[in-house]
């Protein structure tokens, strides 16, 4: 059997505000959207699941920042640009750009302090 993973869940306060940050700061197209539950599409195929730690089941045992969700990009100018654009609309950053052993890299964080790396792999 081969699984293919099509979609990440993050266990949110409030899925509408998390889906409207994905929404404008992403360009994340919302799926679908209710009080306990949201779904974005992001790409072509992965689809991200905003689900109320209030309502979920089995309840969450973790808060936000316990897993990242990483974003690579082109080169280190576009991984500047966006961290410029980013502390611009007032995103908190976790972590400044920075040369890390596996590439340049900046860490922002969401409404609920999910972790959001942005990255350009480098070659060791």
Known sequence: MNLSPSLQILFVDQPE???AFYSEHFGAR???S????AMLALGDSARLGLWSR???EPGPTAAGGGTELAFA???RGAVDSLH???TAAGI???QAPVAMDFGYTFVA???DGHRLRVFHPEGN
């Open 17 to 19: 505000r998390s889906a």
């Open 30 to 32: 919302v799926l679908e």
């Open 34 to 37: 209710s009080p306990t539950f």
């Open 54 to 56: 209030h309502t979920a």
């Open 73 to 75: 990009q082109p080169d």
């Open 84 to 86: 410029a654009a980013w």
């Open 92 to 94: 908190p950053m976790a």
């Open 109 to 111: 964080t969401d409404p």
